[in-house]
């Protein structure tokens, strides 16, 4: 008779709803390929009541205390799907502390407190897994822990927030301002209520922070990914990168040059004709260049009740499957910090080339003006486009520029933004040249 492995469920909202989902429709082919039955012992939830569509909740063994869960000896595997920092953090402790294997979802807690979490499970010998927390039902965590193994990895970067992705490609295809396209957004149900975490790139840098640590096997810090948001991009930036030949994402970006890691959360330009600029809607894309494979690109959907709760299931099963045939956790089966941790880049070291939009007074000279400042800083221009006289008195010169230090860059900026003949801001977009 085939083993039984118990799971406790905390957290019943879309995600665990879409959990419960998954294993009702094919609990047969689940348990074959975890090679044992799978119980739902407990899902615990303060709401009890509220319907959860497409389930039936008397058909669940539903409690409205965690701590029921964690205390109980026959659950094997602890689900947490609640979110949030805190009870979150204290349940995984409490239940990793009681030998018990977790599963979680949740980005903001792994990105905050996973060397924490990791260390207490690798104490106590169990696992924890936490595939859906990054891309949603994109497989990328495995792949960097074990489809990847034999690389050292040389780059990762792409688009892994959909509230954003889907902002911006509805601004590059219909022209209109982030504010107007945020409240549609809203409204369809991809963006929050608050969607700070989104917008502000906030949700990126979490993500960015669990990949980074574990594909260059050093600690990262979120304080030290330097973190921006879309709120800044204008429609008129999105009409030039088109212009120019180009598209804007919002980016996450990893990179391992001389023996240090630049880590980084801003709006990126990249070159229209290339596959990452195609990623449209609320889909996620993750490039990857490991230095015996080359470059893979991960695709698909990044957030969502059914992809999610997917990626949660593949840990279940993965820690089921060793449950069944009696096969301990190792300590490698958790990320693994490298002897040498890797010095962190400050971002005014960092290289890459920018597009510029200087407003300038329509007189003859200024263009010079503000190549003289560049030149100073050794920056080079590549491209200009300058448009005719408008009602205004000042006019758009739109400038690419060759790779340049960004401490270069913001001093050349400040310089230009003091100049007599510029009228207001610069906007600066940095460009990077993509897969």
Request: net charge negative; with cysteine.
């Given at each position: 008779m085939n083993p039984e492995v118990r799971i406790g469920l905390l957290g019943l909202g879309t995600v665990g709803s879409g959990v419960l989902k998954i294993y009702r429709a094919n609990r047969a082919g689940l348990e074959?390929?975890?090679?044992?039955?799978?119980?739902?012992?407990?899902?615990?939830?303060?709401?009890?009541?509220?319907?959860?569509?497409g389930?039936?909740?008397?058909?669940?063994?539903?409690?409205?205390?965690?701590?029921?869960?964690?205390?109980?000896?026959?659950?094997?595997?602890?689900?947490?799907?609640?979110?949030?920092?805190?009870?979150?953090?204290s349940f995984i402790l409490r239940a990793l502390a009681k030998g018990k294997h977790v599963v979680t979802a949740n980005k903001a807690l792994v990105a905050t407190h996973g060397r924490e979490l990791f260390e207490e499970a690798r104490r106590q010998g169990v696992l924890l897994g936490f595939e859906a927390a990054v891309a949603g039902g994109v497989p990328i965590i495995r792949a960097l822990k074990d489809g990847l193994a034999a690389n050292r990895i040389l780059s990762l970067y792409g688009i892994v927030n959909g509230t954003s992705n889907y902002i911006l490609s509805k601004m590059t295809d219909e022209g209109r301002e982030v504010a107007e396209v945020l409240r549609e957004a809203q409204a369809k149900g991809y963006a929050e209520a608050d969607p700070t975490l989104d917008v502000e790139g906030i949700d990126s840098a979490h993500k960015l922070q669990i990949l980074a640590s574990l594909a260059f096997r050093t600690p990262v810090d979120l304080k030290e990914i330097h973190t921006e948001g879309i709120a800044g991009v204008t429609a008129q930036e999105i009409a030039y990168a088109r212009e120019l030949g180009y598209r804007i994402k919002l980016l996450a970006i990893a990179k391992a040059q001389g023996g240090a890691l630049e880590v980084r959360v801003h709006p990126t330009m990249?070159?229209?004709?290339?596959?990452?600029?195609?990623?449209?809607?609320?889909?996620?894309?993750?490039?990857?260049?490991?230095?015996?494979?080359?470059?893979?690109?991960?695709?698909?959907?990044?957030?969502?009740?059914?992809?999610?709760?997917?990626?949660?299931?593949?840990?279940?099963?993965?820690?089921?499957?060793?449950?069944?045939?009696?096969?301990?956790?190792?300590?490698?089966?958790?990320?693994?910090?490298?002897g040498s941790p890797m010095r962190l880049r400050p971002m005014e070291e960092i290289r890459s080339a920018y597009y510029l939009r200087v407003m300038a007074l329509d007189k003859p000279g200024v263009l010079s003006q503000v190549a003289g400042v560049?030149?100073?800083?050794?920056?080079?221009?590549?491209?200009?486009?300058?448009?005719?006289?408008?009602e205004a008195a000042a006019v758009p010169v739109v400038m690419m520029t060759h790779e340049a230090r960004e401490r270069d860059m913001r001093e050349a900026l400040a310089e230009i933004d003091r100049l007599a003949v510029v009228a207001g801001r610069t906007v600066m977009i940095r460009v990077e040249g993509g897969a």
């Open positions: 074959e390929k975890a090679g044992c039955r799978l119980t739902f012992a407990a899902v615990a939830d303060k709401d009890l009541t509220s319907p959860r569509a389930l039936t909740l008397s058909e669940w063994p539903l409690i409205g205390d965690a701590a029921k869960v964690l205390n109980d000896p026959k659950v094997q595997v602890v689900v947490e799907l609640i979110g949030g920092l805190e009870p979150a953090r990249i070159p229209a004709d290339v596959p990452l600029a195609a990623v449209s809607g609320v889909f996620n894309a993750i490039f990857v260049s490991g230095d015996a494979v080359g470059d893979q690109m991960f695709y698909g959907r990044g957030a969502g009740q059914m992809p999610t709760a997917s990626a949660v299931w593949s840990d279940i099963i993965e820690i089921a499957r060793r449950l069944a045939a009696g096969y301990p956790a190792l300590p490698q089966d958790l990320p693994v910090v490298g560049l030149g100073r800083h050794d920056i080079s221009i590549a491209s200009v486009i300058q448009k005719g006289r408008e």
